[in-house]
């Protein structure tokens, strides 16, 4: 019997601040099901499917590329990212996803997973039961209309990285667009930790290493930002915002 994707690592361990009437501070459908008036009853269903699982380490796989797909996470705390490997054995990353954000909707059409899911740091999960939530999801329609917006909006985040952009146009686009998607769950818009190495960012980026190290140099002697180390502050978000504009959309 194979391991199920994101198994509960530690029993005592539930990474919840919600209860029955509240969601979770980062919940990803607590729009969804708010703005939809849910009432008490409603809001028991959903976190009768919801399973709090971690704490997942640094390196740690949440699941494997071609393992059966019977559930979607979104992550409670810390930072996952997704790859897959080619048949030479290079690694192509995918994306990375925050607190709030949710892991595993790429699944849905093919029944298992296409790609593998990594812990980059300590990371705390909520997994729902993908049958239970589609049942639920036809009763609500705002938790479908929000099933299918975030995955849409996977499914554009990579369509617009793979436009014919400057190495600077990437490496502010991608500052710029983590800084609003921490910035919509409550964390700082301008001062983060980049818990993704270099090479994954520019990876992900489609960038040599080397681009991108020198990128954010220019980008500091610029006062454009600060890294010291991996954290990082935005010195002159409006100037990066314009340099992202194009591939953002603004």
């Known amino acids: 019997m194979s391991t199920p994707a994101f198994p509960r690592l530690n029993t005592q361990v539930l990474a919840d601040d919600g209860?029955?009437?509240?969601f979770c501070s980062t919940c990803a459908f607590s729009h969804a099901c708010l703005s939809q008036g849910m009432d008490k009853s409603a809001l028991k269903e959903l976190h009768v499917l919801v399973e709090h699982v971690g704490p997942f380490h640094a390196?740690?796989?949440?699941?494997?590329?071609?393992?059966p797909f019977d559930a979607i996470a979104a992550v409670r705390a810390g930072c996952v990212k997704t790859c897959v490997t080619d048949r030479d054995g290079r690694e192509h990353v995918l994306g990375f996803h925050f607190p709030g954000e949710v892991i595993g909707l790429n699944a849905i059409d093919g029944h298992r997973y296409p790609c593998n899911a990594i812990a980059l740091d300590t990371v705390m999960l909520c997994r729902f039961?993908?049958?239970?939530?589609s049942?639920?999801?036809?009763?609500?329609?705002?938790?479908?209309?929000?099933?299918?917006?975030?995955?849409?909006?996977?499914?554009?985040?990579?369509?617009?990285l793979a436009g014919d952009w400057s190495a600077d146009q990437r490496m502010a686009a991608f500052l710029v667009g983590m800084a609003r998607r921490l910035a919509a769950r409550g964390f700082s818009?301008?001062?983060?930790q980049l818990t993704m190495a270099r090479t994954d960012i520019a990876n992900?980026?489609?960038?040599?290493?080397?681009?991108?190290?020198?990128?954010?140099?220019?980008?500091?002697?610029?006062?454009?930002?600060?890294?010291?180390?991996?954290?990082?502050?935005?010195?002159?978000?409006?100037?990066?915002?314009?340099?992202?504009?194009?591939?953002?959309?603004?």
């Open 19 to 22: 209860d029955e009437l509240q």
């Open 204 to 250: 992900y980026l489609r960038l040599a290493p080397e681009t991108v190290s020198r990128v954010l140099r220019r980008m500091q002697d610029e006062g454009l930002l600060a890294v010291d180390r991996r954290e990082v502050e935005l010195l002159d978000p409006h100037r990066l915002e314009a340099l992202a504009g194009p591939i953002l959309r603004d």
């Open 189 to 192: 818009a301008t001062r983060f």
């Open 59 to 67: 390196g740690e796989v949440l699941f494997r590329e071609g393992d």
């Open 135 to 160: 049942l639920l999801a036809a009763k609500v329609p705002g938790l479908q209309r929000e099933l299918f917006r975030l995955l849409s909006r996977d499914i554009g985040r990579a369509a617009l």
């Open 129 to 133: 039961s993908f049958p239970k939530m």
